[in-house]
Every structure is written in structure tokens, then in C-alpha cells.
């Protein structure tokens, strides 16, 4: 991740490139692009206003990825497009880094949480978002809306165990995300 931090904070570097064309389509969680595995996860996480800020504090500020135990590096403490961000998992040489960029944001009244693309060294191609929403009734709700595709031979080796862990992984941000609120 340091080469990665570097790489976007030196003007004599090339910025790593986005894996994939369809920037952006998560904004549309209706309308994912075809050709792709596709994710869409959703779990209530807390109710009211309060509850509503302090999910959405935890998604855009990473808390909410560093509590599930992986590494994640940022070069801001807040998700904002064009931030890098790099999460990894693992111990010493079979530790295995996923770097991304954040693609959009939301900051709104009843919506908050961001969307990022991968990068080129990432194991997979595609776009993830994570997003908190405060609806009429008061309920927060935590989606995770993704479509992606194997961009490397241990994720292409790993076949259908892949999404089934992209599952695991989105309904373990859920859990984490209603513990947050709760404390």
C-alpha cells in the first residue's frame, strides 16, 4: 500500500488504472452491468437518526472495514473520489492486497456511504458499494450492492467459492455495522 500511497502522491508516477469500464454503475444498484457476479446484500443495522449517523460515520471514516480484522490503508481519513485505499488480509508473504479507489460518495440527509472501483493488482475487477440508508419509518438499513469478475489465477481457481465469500464478507460488515451502532 505504501508503493500504491506513493504512487498517487508523486506527480512523476503513474496513477494506478481502474480494472473495469463501467465506472460508477453502482450508483444504480437496479441496473448492474452484465457479465459479472453480482452482489446485493441489505440488513437493518439500527433506528433513528442517531443510529442513522454513527453507521454512516463508520462506513465513510473505514472504521467499519478495520473492525472486521483485515488491513485497510487510506490516503484520507474520509472516502471522498480518488481516494486509494488498499485492504488486505492475511499473515506476512500470504498476505494479499486489494487496492481500489474510491469511485463516489454520498452525503446526504437519508443516504450516506461511498462506492470503490479496483485497480490494476487487485484479485478481482468490478465496483463495491457500502451504503447506509435512513428510511421514512426510521429504520438504517446497510447495503452492499458490487458486481465483479476474477482478475487474477487464484481468484479465477477459486470459482464459485468466491462470491459465496464476498457474501460472508458483506453479511460480516452488517453484523459489525449493528455492533458499532449499538455501542
Known sequence: MTR?????????????????????????PAALP??????????VVGHGRA???????AVTTWRMHRATGARLLADAEHAEPGVAV?????????????????IWTAYEEDRVGFAYGTLTGHPECGEE??????????????????????????????????????RAYARRLGQILRRLVRS
Do not use: K
Request: glycine residues 10%.
Open 4 to 28: 500504491l500511497l506513493n504512487s498517487l502522491s508523486r506527480p512523476d508516477r503513474p496513477r494506478p488504472a481502474l480494472s473495469y469500464r463501467e465506472v460508477g454503475a453502482t450508483r444504480t
Open 129 to 166: 458499494s457500502f451504503m447506509v440508508h435512513l428510511e421514512p419509518d426510521g429504520t438504517v438499513r446497510f447495503a452492499v450492492t458490487a458486481f465483479s469478475r476474477p482478475a487474477a489465477w487464484y481468484t479465477r481457481l477459486g470459482g464459485p467459492v468466491v462470491p459465496l465469500l464476498q
Open 51 to 57: 443510529a442513522f449517523e454513527t453507521a454512516g460515520a
Open 34 to 43: 452484465e457479465g459479472y457476479h453480482l452482489l446485493r446484500y441489505s440488513t
Open 86 to 102: 488498499e485492504i488486505s488480509a492475511g499473515i506476512g508473504r500470504l498476505r494479499v492486497g486489494a487496492p481500489c479507489s474510491v
